[in-house]
Nanobody, 125 residues
Framework: QAQVAESGGGLVQAGGSLRLSCTAS????????VGWFRQAPGKEREGVSC????????YYADSVKGRFTTSRDFAQKTLFLQMTSLKLEDTAMYYC??????????????????WGQGTQVTVSS
């Protein structure tokens, strides 16, 4: 069962901003990584970012570097994905997942074991 939950998606115009939240329940992000992924219709799932919860160090996909940033709220057990300068191509279902690393090699489902249900982000022109 999902032990992380996303929220904050919605409809936004191109150039606008949204902040997504990934909140842990029944698990802790301690010693974990938290990844954001997205999947647009007809396309493969794409990694957006991967954050080391303990340190805040985050790796970003080239497609979002300089536009997306993450931050943490320890009390709320929440990792935020602040998305700015949104583009039409950012439209997708966004998922967060708790993992055990940030490796992009191998099966992502072996690295990220706890997935949320997703939140839709739609960018309009």
């Amino acid at each position: 069962q999902a032990q992380v939950a996303e929220s904050g998606g919605g409809l936004v115009q191109a150039g606008g901003s949204l902040r997504l939240s990934c909140t842990a329940s029944e698990l802790t992000f301690d010693s974990r990584t938290v990844g954001w992924f997205r999947q647009a219709p007809g396309k493969e799932r794409e990694g957006v970012s991967c954050s080391i919860w303990a340190t805040g160090r985050t790796y970003y996909a080239d497609s979002v570097k300089g536009r997306f940033t993450t931050s943490r709220d320890f009390a709320q057990k929440t990792l935020f994905l602040q998305m700015t300068s949104l583009k039409l191509e950012d439209t997708a279902m966004y998922y967060c997942a708790a993992g055990w690393g940030c490796s992009s090699n191998g099966d992502v489902n072996e690295v990220f074991t706890n997935w949320g249900q997703g939140t839709q982000v739609t960018v309009s022109s």
